[in-house]
């Protein structure tokens, strides 16, 4: 079964840009959460979506945003960039949520960098 | 190289000897646990979890601990290896599905 896969892998964005990442959860999982990790602040949650809506959301300005897909799959957006969101963004999936929540599976993330 | 109770953000030990890795959780609500390893360039691989109505819990080579009145949770190596040199994050989840990540250990094992 092929693991958490994201794209792009590496990504160099300038100040004010917007990006769009990608993950495509295992086969069958139906929740995919974002996680942004920076040395200063480590895993820090961004949002969880589990069929299609955000189940979850952590403290992050409205400038990130994401969505999934019937299919699973899910992208997120990050508006205006500023340097300080240079960071390795990391999607995990499982295949249940809330009550029934099981371990997560993450993929390789995508290093972003602002200049 | 053991340590207990307190979350060290390094901890360091010899091949061969257990390893003890902490954490302090901070919602009470939290009723999903789990431990992950992360090694350089790659994203957290899950090591093994642990729900609130169990105290311990093991696996290959690892045990988890848990500890509800004082919101602690541990993890054991046993006879820990140079591959296990690592940076290992706690999470606790609750039960409307959030999770919240540790400081996480850098463990580092020496031959």
């Known amino acids: 079964k092929a693991g958490v896969t994201q794209t792009p892998r590496y990504l160099i964005k300038t100040r004010g840009q917007q990006v769009t990442l990608s993950c495509s959860p295992i086969?069958?999982?139906?929740?995919v959460s974002w996680y942004q990790q920076t040395p200063g602040q480590g895993l820090q949650f961004l949002f969880e979506y589990f069929s299609e809506t955000q189940r979850n959301k952590g403290n992050f300005p409205g400038r990130f945003s994401g969505r999934q897909f019937s299919n699973s799959r899910s992208e997120m957006n990050v508006s205006t960039l500023e340097l300080g969101d240079s960071a390795l963004y990391l999607c995990?999936?499982?295949?249940?949520?809330?009550?029934?929540?099981?371990?997560?599976?993450f993929g390789p993330g995508t290093r972003l960098t602002v200049t | 190289g053991e340590s207990v109770g307190l979350h060290l953000p390094t901890l360091s030990v010899q091949e061969g000897d257990n390893s003890i890795i902490n954490c302090a959780y901070s919602n009470s609500a939290s009723d999903y646990f789990i431990w992950y390893k992360q090694e350089s360039g790659k994203g957290p691989q899950f090591i093994i979890d642990?729900?609130?109505?169990?105290d311990k819990r093991q696996g290959q080579r690892v045990t988890v601990l848990l500890n509800k009145t004082v919101k602690h949770l541990s993890l054991q190596i046993a006879a820990t290896q140079p591959g296990d040199s690592a940076v290992y994050f706690c999470?606790?989840?609750?039960?409307?599905?959030?999770?919240?990540f540790g400081d996480g250990t850098t463990l580092t094992v020496k031959p």
């Open positions: 086969s069958g999982h139906r929740s």
């Open positions: 642990i729900r609130s109505n169990m």
């Open positions: 999470a606790e989840t609750t039960n409307a599905g959030k999770s919240t």
């Open positions: 995990a999936s499982s295949l249940n949520s809330g009550t029934g929540a099981t371990e997560q599976y």
